[in-house]
């Protein structure tokens, strides 16, 4: 598995959209991310977690469930007022390459009183130049295919 980007967009920390690009040279991949406290590197790591199994880790916050851009909720604060947050994924594997995205959107339900609506999981892939749908219900089959949950420590963990 190679992991070609990662887009997040309102995503903690991230406001807007942000793609990181990631080496996709077969004997050089090997991805150190480095900055000081609250730059974002666990962000970055729990965004890959989520957007693969709809999991993120955010121990030491008074709301770890909430994963839009604080300073984006605060501007849009009113009521039914909407935002996205999504994690898009480009993962080769075994000569194909994925598309994962994952999106929850947002409503303000009473000025500030955000609420999530339930997550989207979509996973297409790259055949002959066409991208291609995998069929609604078959999406975790393929990303467990890719990267089984069990093993995901193992590629993105922080120290």
Same mark, same amino acid.
């Given at each position: 598995?190679l992991?070609?980007?990662?887009t997040?967009?309102?995503?903690?920390?991230?406001?807007?959209?942000?793609?990181?690009?990631?080496?996709?040279?077969?004997?050089k991949?090997?991805?150190?991310?480095?900055?000081?406290?609250t730059?974002?590197?666990?962000?970055i790591?729990?965004?890959?977690? $989520?957007?693969?199994?709809?999991?993120? /880790?955010?121990?030491?916050?008074s709301n770890? /469930?909430?994963?839009?851009?604080?300073e984006?909720?605060?501007?849009?604060?009113?009521?039914?007022?909407?935002c996205?947050v999504?994690?898009?994924?480009?993962?080769?594997?075994?000569?194909?390459?994925?598309?994962?995205?994952?999106?929850?959107?947002y409503?303000?339900?009473a000025?500030?009183? $955000?609420?999530?609506?339930?997550?989207?999981?979509?996973?297409?892939?790259?055949?002959?130049?066409?991208?291609?749908?995998?069929?609604?219900?078959?999406e975790?089959?393929?990303?467990?295919?890719?990267?089984p949950?069990?093993?995901?420590?193992?590629?993105?963990? /922080?120290?």
């Open positions: 598995m992991i070609k980007s990662i997040m967009n309102n995503f903690r920390q991230f406001k807007g959209k942000q793609t990181l690009l990631f080496s996709c040279n077969v004997e991949n090997v991805t150190v991310l480095l900055g000081d406290n730059f974002g590197k666990t962000t790591l729990q965004a890959f977690n $989520w957007c693969l199994y709809g999991f993120a /880790d955010f121990q030491k916050d770890p /469930d909430f994963l839009m851009n604080l984006l909720a605060e501007e849009l604060v009113g009521i039914q007022q909407k996205e999504s994690v898009e994924l480009v993962i080769i594997h075994k000569d194909m390459e994925y598309i994962v995205a994952r999106k929850r959107p409503i303000d339900r000025c500030g009183s $955000w609420s999530a609506l339930g997550d989207q999981l979509t996973v297409s892939y790259k055949e002959q130049g066409i991208t291609k749908q995998v069929r609604e219900g078959e975790r089959a393929i990303i467990n295919s890719i990267l949950h069990s093993l995901a420590g193992y590629f993105f963990f /922080d120290t």
